[in-house]
């Protein structure tokens, strides 16, 4: 099983890439878990054509250990298991509580012993990287660390402090950083800033999005990318984006029969 955090500002697009690469690595095959790491508990939906995923933190405070696990989990367009942390009411509660209890919660009721993911992507709010925020980080959830990040200033704010708590955390076993992830917005230097982002952390740039209208126009049909223009540029671009991730964190693509396999290369029976 292969693990991957995907960290940025709130507003870059993260869910959207996120979305739409759980969708790419499913078309190749794949077993996807999308776990939602953010209190506004809408990381999946658009692999639910709209429909809002309970939130882990509010099913527990309802029903405390009578909390299962088919309470928490929902299937999504090219079987996607979607789940999402949620939080607090704003202002009332630590907003990272929502996923510490719905890793906990999904651990402890063996979600990924009964679902068996080859891929579990957590798509995490990034604007803060203390408590919860950070637990995708700890050992013994994500291998591997992905930044996206645009040109824009805050967004360069943002993922050099991300950086930051990745590269304090490498002597504790937590999660090492993949690489980042450029979402154009198309501002001025914005291949050159992003680049010198990931020199500054002795990383790379493992894939450029563009600024595609047709990213919007999928949202408007509730709908991934992926799902609705299969054969377009941009989603060649997510499919690369996705099969560089899963190469990075160790999946290998066995090039004999075309197949994907969770970081082996398995025998044909």
């Known amino acids: 099983m292969i693990r991957i955090a995907v960290y940025g500002k709130g507003g870059i697009g993260k869910s959207t890439t996120v979305s739409n690469v759980a969708a790419a690595l499913a078309e190749m095959g794949l077993k996807v878990m999308q776990i939602g790491c953010d209190p506004k508990a809408d990381s999946t939906i658009l692999l639910r054509h709209g429909e809002a995923v309970p939130a882990v933190l509010d099913l527990y405070n309802e029903k405390k250990q009578a909390l299962?696990?088919?309470?928490?989990?929902?299937?999504?367009?090219?079987?996607?298991?979607?789940?999402?942390?949620?939080?607090?009411?704003?202002?009332?509660?630590?907003?990272?509580?929502?996923?510490?209890?719905?890793?906990?919660?999904?651990?402890?009721?063996?979600?990924?012993?009964?679902?068996?993911?080859?891929?579990?992507?957590?798509?995490?709010?990034?604007?803060?990287?203390?408590?919860?925020?950070?637990?995708?980080?700890?050992?013994?959830?994500?291998?591997?660390?992905?930044?996206?990040?645009?040109?824009?200033?805050m967004a360069i704010h943002a993922a050099a402090n991300i950086a930051m708590a990745v590269e304090n955390f490498k002597n504790r076993g937590y999660a090492g950083l993949g690489g980042l992830i450029l979402n154009r917005r198309d501002v001025p230097r914005e291949e050159e800033k992003v680049a010198e982002l990931a020199d500054d952390f002795h990383t790379a740039v493992i894939g450029t999005l563009s600024h595609s209208g047709q990213v919007a126009l999928a949202e408007e049909q509730k709908k991934t990318l992926m799902e609705c223009y299969p054969t377009g540029e941009m989603a060649d671009e997510y499919r690369a984006l996705a099969m560089q991730m899963y190469r990075i964190c160790g999946g290998i693509l066995e090039a004999k029969s075309d197949k994907v396999r969770s970081g082996y290369i398995q025998e044909e029976a």
């Open 68 to 153: 299962q696990l088919e309470d928490m989990i929902r299937i999504g367009y090219n079987g996607v298991i979607c789940v999402e942390a949620g939080g607090p009411t704003p202002g009332l509660g630590c907003a990272g509580r929502g996923i510490i209890t719905a890793l906990e919660k999904l651990k402890e009721l063996g979600a990924y012993d009964v679902y068996k993911p080859d891929v579990v992507l957590y798509d995490v709010l990034g604007d803060v990287v203390c408590g919860g925020f950070s637990m995708p980080m700890r050992g013994g959830y994500a291998d591997k660390i992905f930044i996206i990040t645009s040109g824009e200033n």
